[in-house]
């Protein structure tokens, strides 16, 4: 390991880039500042995170990543769009479920960027993140310099958009952080508000998963809270991400999106009444794998039943 650190950052950033991202930066570790640990305590005390009581656990963790690695030094962070320019929208399912299970996809892709950098500096050690990990993701990807949050709490990447996946690798060696993107920021227009059809966001960039179609659909056991009415979607919600101007302006871009994301044909084919009558041996053909397996077939059933009139004719 070496003492002066890496010396190698823009031709590990080039290894994200051909592994699929459409963004790579680096931020050095250190304990989070107080002020974002203390607006995520009060997130949590208010009850934002709804039935998802795993958000309050490993607290120490999500303060500090350098638990989850011993003598971690360095956060890679990796945006990797999950839609091109072009690519179909299926009525009845959010854009980053039509493919291949992301978690699966981004650590596979990501495997061989963690072992160059072993490579690169022998007896270093380095641990791929993707999303189940107790890491604020969109904390680092912002302190790595390769995007910004906008009011509906999603990081948007300069011409890209926030149709993004991020995963972080965690590296034992020292490596020169990026900026911060200082003069870049959500212009604040309101939109994704005023478009998210249960007020789920509060107008400061928070939100409050009770009211959250996404979590509603994937993450909600039970029946669902009296009233509930999905207009769009069965699984996950892309009300608040479409009606960002980020977006729109990205519509004649195309960005890279790895295989595993193209949209499957039989999720694609899909009607109200398919998943209404699906069996679970289908449910379990269908979405081997795909990340819609998180709401059960149960979960989709209950959803399809409160989503009206088929929208898929």
């Known amino acids: 390991m070496s003492s002066n650190g890496c010396q190698c950052k823009e031709e590990i950033r080039k290894l994200c880039l051909e592994a699929g991202a459409v963004a790579a930066g680096f931020a050095a570790i250190s304990p989070l500042p107080d002020s974002q640990t203390d607006i995520y305590d009060r997130w949590l005390a208010q009850g934002c995170n ?3 009581d795993y958000m309050e656990r490993y607290a120490d ?3 500090d990543p350098a ?4 003598g971690a030094q360095t956060v890679i962070s990796c945006a990797f769009a999950y839609r091109t320019a072009g690519m179909p929208h299926h009525p009845l399912f959010a854009d980053y479920a039509l493919g291949d299970d992301y978690h699966k996809v981004l650590r596979k892709a990501l495997k061989p960027v963690a072992k160059a950098l072993e490579a690169m500096c022998p007896g270093s050690k380095t641990r791929i993140c993707v999303d189940t990990a107790p890491i604020r993701e969109r904390f680092w990807a912002t302190r790595a310099g390769i995007g910004f949050i906008g009011l509906n709490n999603h990081l948007i990447v300069p011409d890209v958009g926030s149709a993004v996946f991020l995963a972080e690798i965690l590296w034992t060696e020292k490596v020169e952080p990026d900026a911060t993107l200082e003069h870049q920021s959500c212009d604040r227009c309101g939109a994704c508000i005023k478009a998210c059809p249960t ?3 509060d107008g400061l ?3 409050d998963c009770r009211r959250c179609l996404s979590y509603l659909t994937i993450e909600h056991r039970g029946e ?5 009415t999905l207009p769009q979607r069965i699984y996950g919600c892309d009300i608040c991400r479409d009606a960002c101007p980020y977006n729109r302006k990205t519509d004649s871009l195309h960005p890279k999106t790895l295989p595993g994301f193209n949209p499957s044909g039989a999720v694609m084919s899909l009607t109200l009444p398919d998943i209404k ?3 679970e041996d289908v449910f379990a053909d269908i979405f081997a794998r795909s990340a819609v397996k998180r709401a059960g077939i149960d979960g989709l059933k209950r959803n399809a039943a409160a989503a009206g009139t088929d929208p898929t004719k």
Do not use: C, D, K, V
Request: net charge neutral; no cysteine; charged share 15%.
């Open 277 to 279: 009558t699906m069996s």
């Open 61 to 63: 963790i999500r303060r």
């Open 205 to 207: 960039g928070g939100i």
């Open 67 to 70: 638990l989850l690695l011993e």
């Open 224 to 228: 669902l809270p009296e009233g509930t």
């Open 199 to 201: 007020q789920a966001l």
């Open 50 to 52: 709804a039935s998802m």
